[in-house]
């Protein structure tokens, strides 16, 4: 059973960081796709960024693009996702999920959210 344990959220200020973490169990993330969510108030849940275990860039939404980076330790069996120039835009629920990487791409898994394991979600606020 995929099981994923996310880690890291909170209250922060504008502009501060944060560095969320994913740890996979009960599988190994180097055969799945990883991606970042997230859910605000009153708007529709969007995939913040993705990533393949194979070569290539990830995805990122155009909204984190430059802000966000996410990353994957293989051997620790873990994604993460910083988060830098936070802005009140940012204040969400932020899950984690996995999907095979013989069923889909970052791309397409950021893109469509089609995934086959969620995480507990956590969630980030920014605010003074």
């Known amino acids: 059973q995929l099981q994923l344990v996310e880690s890291g959220g909170g209250l922060v200020q504008p502009g501060g960081s944060l560095r969320r973490s994913c740890a996979a169990s009960?599988?190994?993330?180097?055969?799945?796709?990883i991606g970042w969510f997230r859910k605000a108030p009153g708007k529709e849940r969007e995939g913040v960024s993705c990533?393949?275990?194979?070569?290539?860039?990830?995805y990122y939404a155009d909204s984190v693009e430059g802000r966000f980076t996410i990353s994957r330790d293989n051997a620790k069996n873990t994604v993460y996702l910083q988060m830098n120039s936070l802005n009140a835009e940012d204040t969400a629920v932020y899950y984690c999920?996995?999907?095979?990487?013989?069923?889909?791409?970052?791309?397409?898994?950021?893109?469509?959210?089609?995934?086959?394991?969620w995480g507990q979600g956590t969630q980030v606020t920014v605010s003074s």
């Open positions: 990533i393949s275990s194979r070569d290539g860039s990830p």
């Open positions: 009960g599988f190994t993330l180097d055969y799945y796709v």
């Open positions: 999920a996995a999907k095979s990487r013989f069923q889909t791409t970052d791309y397409i898994m950021c893109s469509r959210g089609i995934v086959q394991s």
